[in-house]
C-alpha cells in the first residue's frame, strides 16, 4: 500500500475486526516488520471504542508472557489511533480448522498448556482477557505447537475498572453464562471460554453449534454440556464448562493437565503371567525438564531476576526447597517439583497427579482476599496468623472451598509490591495439606 503513519510504512491488510484493521507494516526508525493495528476511521470518533482500543495497548503492554503476543507501541497519528505488535508468522485457529485440518492430541494439549498459561498470568495481574476464542488464537506457521493469545480488546482489569463486570462483551459461541449476566466476571470465564476451544477443537464442533447470538447464549447458560464420546474427555469438558463458576478447574494450568490426561492414551493390558504391580500407582510422570546440580531455574514474571529451586537432603522423609524469590517449604514424603513454568512451581504427588501449585508475581492488589477470589477460590478470609517471614505490614489469607471443588485450599500472602499464591488440590490429605503449609516461610 506504501502508505506512512507516523514511523511505520504500512505494506498489506492482514486482518480485519470489529473496529480495527491489522496490517502488515514496517518499522522505519528500528527497521522490523510489525502488525499495525489502526482503529477504523468510521470508529474514530467514538469515545467508547476508543477508551476500549488504548484500553487494549496497556492491558496487553502490562503482560510479558511467551504466549501473549507483545505491544511494542502505541500513539495516535493525527486522530488516528493506532498500536504495533509483534508479528506472528501464522494463523489464526479458526483458519486453521476451516481448512478441514484436525489437530492431533499433542498438539490440543499444547494449544491449553499454552494459552492456559498465558491466562493465569493475565490473571494474577488482575486482566480478564473475555473473548477467547479460535480466531484470537495465533498459531506459527513453522511451529504448529507455538500458539499465541491476540486481541486483548475488551479485557477488563482490576485497575481500570475496579471489578469486572460483565456487559454482553465477548463472542456468544464461546461466552460463559456468567457473561450474559449483570454479574462479575472473573478468570473462570477465561478458563470456559478456553474450554470451549478445546471442546470444538477435539469434537470438530463448539460445544454449542449455531448462529443465533440469543440462542448461544441461553444454552451456555441452561443447556448440558453435549457428549463427545470420549468418556475421560467428557468428564473433564463437564467440570470445565460448568455453569457454576467456582466448580471449573481452578487455573488454566490445571485444566490444561486434565485435558492431557484425558486425551493420553490408554495403557495396553499387561501380557498373561506379567506381574501386575500395585493397582493403585500410577507409574510417575516424567517431568518437562532435567534438574540440572539439584536446581531449577525460575524466572520471576515482570522481573530480570532468576530464582533458583534447589531440592536439599534428598533422602530425607521431608525434602527442603528453596527459592531465591522469596519462598521456601519442604516437599512431603512422595512428593516432588513436577515442573517449573514462570512464574509457577507445580508439585506432584507419589502418582503422578498435580498436588499444589506455588506463584510468585508483583503484586496487583494489595488485597490477598481479592486476590484469591479473582483465582476462583472461595470462602476466603484474612489469616489470624500470617506466615512466618512476612512483615508486619504484610496481608495473608486463606480459602477453604467446599467439598467437590478445586482449589480445596488456597493461600495467599502480600507483602510490599510481591504476591505469593499457593493451591493445594482436593485429593491432598488434610494432614499432610496442614503439615506443608506449616513448612512455607516468605521474604
Known amino acids: 500500500m506504501g502508505r506512512e503513519l507516523g514511523r511505520y510504512l504500512v505494506e498489506d491488510v492482514i486482518g480485519r475486526g470489529g473496529f480495527a484493521v491489522v496490517y502488515r507494516a514496517v518499522d522505519t526508525v528500528l527497521e522490523r516488520t510489525v502488525a499495525?493495528?489502526?482503529?477504523?476511521?468510521?470508529?474514530?470518533?467514538?469515545?467508547?471504542?476508543?477508551?476500549r482500543f488504548a484500553l487494549e495497548g496497556r492491558a496487553a503492554a502490562s503482560l510479558d508472557h511467551p504466549?501473549?503476543?507483545?505491544?511494542?507501541?502505541?500513539?495516535?497519528?493525527?486522530?488516528?489511533?493506532?498500536?504495533?505488535?509483534?508479528?506472528?508468522?501464522?494463523?489464526?485457529?479458526?483458519?486453521?480448522?476451516?481448512?478441514?485440518?484436525?489437530?492431533?492430541?499433542?498438539?490440543?494439549?499444547?494449544?491449553v498448556e499454552q494459552i492456559g498459561a498465558a491466562l493465569d498470568h493475565a490473571h494474577v495481574r488482575g486482566v480478564v482477557h473475555r473473548d477467547v476464542k479460535p480466531s484470537n488464537l495465533l498459531l506459527e506457521q513453522d511451529d504448529p505447537y507455538r500458539v499465541h493469545?491476540?486481541?486483548?480488546?475488551?479485557?477488563?482489569?482490576?485497575?481500570?475498572?475496579?471489578?469486572?463486570?460483565?456487559?454482553f462483551l465477548g463472542t456468544a459461541a464461546y461466552m460463559a453464562p456468567e457473561q450474559s449476566r449483570p454479574s462479575e466476571v472473573g478468570p473462570a470465564a477465561d478458563r470456559y471460554s478456553l474450554a470451549c476451544v478445546a471442546y470444538e477443537v477435539v469434537a470438530g464442533r463448539p460445544p454449542f453449534p449455531g448462529d443465533d447470538q440469543v440462542a448461544l447464549l441461553h444454552a451456555h447458560a441452561t443447556a448440558p454440556v453435549p457428549p463427545i464420546g470420549d468418556p475421560r474427555v467428557d468428564a473433564v469438558m463437564q467440570r470445565a464448562l460448568a455453569k457454576d463458576p467456582a466448580a471449573r478447574p481452578s487455573s488454566g494450568a490445571e485444566l490444561a493437565a486434565e485435558l492431557r490426561r484425558a486425551l493420553a492414551p490408554s495403557a495396553p493390558p499387561p501380557p498373561p503371567g506379567a506381574p501386575v504391580g500395585d493397582p493403585h500407582r500410577a507409574a510417575p510422570r516424567r517431568r518437562s525438564g532435567p534438574l540440572v546440580g539439584g536446581a531449577v531455574a525460575l524466572a520471576v514474571a515482570g522481573a530480570a531476576a532468576v530464582a533458583a529451586v534447589t531440592l536439599l537432603d534428598r533422602g530425607a522423609s521431608s525434602r527442603q526447597v528453596t527459592d531465591s524469590a522469596g519462598i521456601a517449604y519442604e516437599l512431603r514424603p512422595g512428593w516432588e517439583v513436577d515442573r517449573v513454568e514462570a512464574p509457577t512451581t507445580t508439585l506432584a504427588g507419589p502418582d503422578g497427579t498435580q498436588v499444589a501449585t506455588l506463584t510468585h508475581v508483583p503484586a496487583t492488589t494489595l488485597d490477598p482476599v481479592a486476590a484469591l477470589r479473582d483465582m476462583g477460590a472461595d470462602v476466603c478470609r484474612e489469616d489470624p496468623e500470617p506466615f512466618e517471614g512476612l512483615d508486619s505490614g504484610a496481608a495473608a489469607a486463606r480459602c477453604d472451598n467446599p467439598a467437590g471443588t478445586e482449589p480445596a485450599t488456597a493461600v495467599g500472602a502480600i507483602a510490599g509490591d510481591d504476591l505469593w499464591l499457593i493451591t493445594l488440590a482436593e485429593g491432598v490429605a488434610a494432614d499432610d495439606r496442614d503439615a506443608f503449609l506449616a513448612t512455607v516461610r516468605f521474604g
Open 36 to 51: 499495525l493495528k489502526v482503529l477504523d476511521p468510521a470508529a474514530q470518533h467514538d469515545p467508547t471504542i476508543g477508551r
Open 67 to 111: 504466549a501473549i503476543v507483545p505491544v511494542y507501541d502505541a500513539g495516535d497519528h493525527d486522530g488516528v489511533l493506532w498500536m504495533a505488535m509483534r508479528l506472528v508468522d501464522g494463523r489464526p485457529l479458526d483458519q486453521v480448522l476451516a481448512s478441514g485440518r484436525r489437530l492431533g492430541p499433542d498438539e490440543v494439549v499444547a494449544v
Open 149 to 167: 493469545l491476540a486481541d486483548f480488546g475488551i479485557a477488563a482489569t482490576a485497575r481500570s475498572a475496579g471489578r469486572y463486570t460483565a456487559g
